[in-house]
């Protein structure tokens, strides 16, 4: 798919990345893939997230809003230090006394690490949007599942120059949980409205099977597992460059993974599945600035209308 | 001011949390102060936000959104790990190769510490939702200063059962850089409009003069000397009880001190000076639920008006 140089996409993101801070809507933080956002920026996320929702309005999803933090007991029920151990976030913190205070504004002055006199807090970082619901259904799903309708700020460490791949970033997410049957038709139902909405602000995605980044050598055999299955869709379009599509959009199929970390159960007694589409917002905003230039006032008639702006 | 036992202070957080829960506005995580929000808590904090902005629509401040996590090194800039280490939260990871993962697997598997084998990262939470605007301001301000209107989440590591002491949480904020005039002009400007505003909304707050919650007996005289110089008010209310009020919005001077910090200057050659209003949007939308009941179809019809509700 991809017949580009490291060296010649890298200059492509760097590219991209300049024309963004030079009309103000990314603000560079000093840190690579951290930003601040233009009021510009923020405004067609909003109204991104608000076309979804009138899209999502018949599905009656229950609304959940979850911060960026998560408990570190809830993180670690999942396999998610197994398989990503390399996008954690783990959050720690000073919980000494004045003299510890003391040694680590000395360790500090000195040059040393003085990270290690903290301590690790009751939290991590959320790595992915729907990680926070699932302890919240344990038990017994009423009949005919749950939708849940979930947006957050997740966390990923990995810092690089391309504008699309922030440490921190918003995910808008539609979990379903119920039977296998139930999440499998979820997932390529929301396919299909992703696409089309998508599709409806001008975004030409390419419907593609993919794999999530799995850490190591036995990662890479999940990778080929999670594609032979055919669990894990993603909706891309060129962003940076049309050369390296990136994926915007991704639409996973759990099996019953969560189910059985959370014991969560369908109203027949099996374990539950999962499936989520989750809108990758802040790409969705880098494609539409991409593909119809840097101010929305100028963009064509149909997406201003979509988005109503 | 306040005259009750910490059992019963206690009692009645715990109480307040309870009902809040049980409505299912506040989701628990099993971390104290750590809580997903319902749909309808949300709508609220956004309707609060917009009557926030319809106000200050004529300062036409510049917009600008960080995230919740900041550059560590503009983190280290600011006197945060001096003054409120307790509070702090560093983000670390995981940066090994795949023996190094066993390792920490192994160890994790034997419950020992395995946040030992974790790397600092580049970034800490946010603390305060002005911290990463200093460092985009280095340098000569434009004749007049800036304002400029910010909202993140921040964090601080306050486990507790007060459903207003969250441990991450939205500040929206308006920050002013100028001169040491043009600041306290804006913090008390803006401190008859955040009482007007929150009036409207039926919040009778009453304004305090406060001190922010140093480290350790040094933290205690910097606190006096803070409420001495009047640097710092507060908007108070009952919130989970009526007997010790709760800041709902606090109004502070930093005089030239991040001026200093991040070497931002005004066009006359001094040191800036910093000034904010903060609202505390959580903590707005609990004292209205606590105020006008948990149904906003049913609070009074100006409060609905004035959030176009």
């Given at each position: 798919m991809c017949c580009l140089s490291t060296e010649t996409l890298t200059a492509s993101y760097q590219a991209y990345?300049?024309?963004?801070?030079?009309?103000?809507?990314?603000?560079?933080?000093?840190?690579?893939?951290?930003y601040g956002?233009?009021?510009?920026?923020?405004?067609?996320?909003?109204?991104?997230?608000?076309?979804?929702?009138?899209?999502?309005?018949?599905?009656?999803?229950?609304?959940?809003?979850?911060p960026a933090i998560m408990s570190r007991q809830t993180?670690?029920?999942?396999?998610?230090?197994?398989?990503?151990?390399?996008?954690?976030?783990?959050?720690?913190?000073f919980m000494g006394n004045e003299r510890d205070h003391a040694r680590l504004l000395q360790k500090r002055h000195q040059g040393d690490d003085w990270t290690r006199d903290l301590e690790p807090t009751e939290v991590m970082m959320t790595?992915?949007?729907?990680?926070?619901?699932?302890?919240?259904?344990t038990g017994t799903l009423p009949e005919g599942g749950r939708i849940v309708d979930l947006r957050s700020f997740v966390f990923r460490h990995e810092p690089?120059?391309?504008?699309?791949?922030?440490?921190?970033?918003?995910q808008?997410?539609?979990?379903?949980?119920?039977?296998?049957?139930?999440?499998?038709?979820?997932?390529?139902?929301?396919?299909?409205?992703?696409?089309?909405?998508?599709?409806?602000?001008?975004?030409?995605?390419?419907?593609?099977?993919?794999?999530?980044?799995?850490?190591?050598?036995?990662?890479?055999?999940?990778?080929?597992?999670?594609?032979?299955?055919?669990?894990?869709?993603?909706?891309?379009?060129?962003?940076?460059?049309t050369e390296k599509p990136t994926a915007i959009t991704s639409c996973n199929c759990h099996l019953d993974h969560f189910g059985h970390a959370f014991d969560i159960k369908t109203a027949d007694g099996g374990y539950a599945h999962s499936a989520c589409i989750g809108f990758g917002l802040e790409r969705i905003a880098l494609a539409l600035f991409k593909t119809h230039g840097f101010d929305p006032d100028q963009w064509p008639a149909s997406v201003k209308n979509v988005l109503a702006l």
């Open positions: 990345l300049d024309e963004l801070t030079a009309a103000g809507l990314l603000i560079p933080s000093g840190v690579k893939g951290l956002h233009s009021g510009v920026f923020e405004g067609v996320i909003e109204r991104f997230e608000q076309a979804v929702t009138r899209r999502a309005v018949s599905y009656k999803a229950e609304v959940m809003r979850f993180y670690l029920k999942t396999s998610h230090i197994e398989n990503f151990p390399d996008l954690m976030g783990s959050v720690q913190s790595p992915a949007a729907c990680y926070p619901l699932y302890p919240t259904a690089s120059v391309d504008p699309c791949r922030m440490q921190i970033f918003r808008r997410e539609f979990v379903r949980l119920g039977t296998a049957e139930e999440a499998v038709i979820h997932r390529d139902h929301w396919l299909e409205v992703g696409e089309e909405v998508l599709n409806s602000v001008g975004l030409n995605v390419e419907r593609v099977v993919a794999n999530d980044p799995f850490f190591g050598r036995g990662g890479r055999m999940m990778a080929a597992t999670q594609k032979e299955q055919i669990l894990k869709y993603e909706l891309v379009i060129g962003v940076a460059t």
